[in-house]
């Protein structure tokens, strides 16, 4: 519980500030601390403050001096004004919102910004969400930007069931964009007809074609880019980037990217997902070893997890002949544990097919002699598992962590999870690796022209909480709080939190479960011992799918 506690004090380090523009705009102005969970030092005033760079409105051809009234200080090193860095333009011969960023920092390299609006009116008396009709200034209708979701209250902060953090602040953060931008962001979940797959992808595609975007904005995620900006139902970003989209984390450009092209975005880090789920209660009551204390020793490799499982078996068949030590389809364990043998399926940053090279057929093998062994449940389910597993039948499954609370998932589990990261092999020397695929980010739809394309990117960049990596740290702990009863899984947890790189497995436009697919033939390879065989088939079609992938 100390660790738990040392990390609730952390969340007094960021401290927001809000303030009323010379317009009455409001603003955002965020100071940032950054310190580890040991250490008693967070004097926020220590930090530069950047003050006067508010909000202001002036009319079209009027002048505007950006360094006026603005100052930053620290109460350490005195004054700081003349190392402001200011970014953005104004254009005081177009009417329009334009955003300037100031930033400075202090002797010891501490951070402060403070992002503002300047609004250029017409010249007709009117402001800029109004248009002068028969004398009289009249107010024009607010656009609307429609972002879709498949589960619209993780992201609607307005939304009666919002299950994300920091409602209030989104909610005040989105009032302003709104009024700031006239517009109007309404939250949409996707059709009955836009499922999931191949159906979500083919009605995205079908509304472009038709003209009709079912959205502005689209959350969709990563395998499917290869469709959706071939088929032009989703547009390439890159031109915003270095505007609207500078708060977006570099790796957005790997991860949404596509032969050359940025087609995904997000606002969150992206962190480890995949791991090993166990029924801790029945470990418990079974008197062996508990996993996560193994992995926190270092002593969590293949031939430790094999001696746990067939442990574990033996003394679950004495119970019943339907319980079993692990559970979970075979290609789970295999994806997962190939970087942990120095392999990878299809590794974004090599750019080939490598299911077929030694670290994934030792893995493989490794596989073969431990299903043969008795330990795997004989009827296997994806996602949320099986019956047995569901039940308290079954010691160990791999999963995800939104599984946790997820209703459909495992939220009514009757027992306690415990978490434990994958085991290494015996010989590993690199450091704990975790495929990411399937990402969930944010695209933007096509067909919406320049004008419109343009803002509603801009206004989806505004009215995120952006956060440093330090606050982002800070709330993924806070988020594992939530889902485990045990400091001893989230210590587990975030010691490979962030530890992944891209796995293009499902993306290249191959279907996991077509005749090729890898996910279908390696779980029926690894039963029979014929991996090796298997895997020699269906490789060149993975390279020929890769090469236009990549459009070599």
Known sequence: MKKILSVLFIVGIALSFV????????????????????TST??????????????????????????AGVTASDAEDGDLTSSIIITGTVNLAAVGIYTLTYFVEDLDGNPASVTRHITVNGMDGCEIHQELIGGVCVD????????????????????????????????????????????????????????WGPSRINSIINASVAGEPLADIYWNVSDWIQQLAEADAIVDVTKYMSTHGTNIDDEYYDIGGYQGGIYGFDSNRLTVSSGLYYNADL?????????????????????TFEDWAVQVQTLLSAQASDMYAVGGMLSYYAESMIPLNGGSLINFNTGRV?????????TYDFLTSLYSQGVFEVNPAYDAGSPEWMAGKVALHPGDLWFINADSRWGTLPFELGFVPYPVADDFAGEYASPVSAVALMSLASGLGAEKEELAFKVWNEIQLWKTPEQQITDFELSLITKFDD??????????????????????????????GWTRNINTAIREGTARTIVDQIRPVYETALEEYLGN
């Open 354 to 362: 490598s299911f077929a090279q030694n670290p994934a057929l030792e």
């Open 140 to 195: 024009i209708e607010p656009t609307d930007i429609v972002i879709m979701h498949g589960a619209v209250y993780e992201i609607d902060p307005f939304n009666a069931e919002y299950t994300g953090t920091d409602q209030l602040a989104r909610q005040a953060q989105q009032r302003a964009v709104e009024a700031l931008y006239n517009v109007r962001v309404i939250y949409r979940s996707y059709p009955a007809e836009a499922a």
């Open 42 to 67: 967070t004097a926020a005033s220590h930090y530069p403050v950047i003050s006067g760079a508010t909000d202001i409105a002036i009319t079209i051809n009027g002048t505007f001096d950006q360094t």
């Open 487 to 516: 400091e001893l899984y989230i210590e587990a947890y975030l010691d490979i939190y962030d530890k992944i790189y891209l796995e293009l497995i499902n993306a290249v436009g191959i279907s996991a479960f077509s005749e090729n």
């Open 283 to 303: 470990v418990e009551s079974l008197g062996v070893d508990n996993p996560t204390e193994l992995y926190l020793a270092g002593d969590w490799n293949w031939s």
């Open 19 to 38: 303030a009323c523009g010379g317009d009455g705009v409001t603003t955002s102005t965020t100071t940032t601390s950054s310190t580890s969970s040991n």
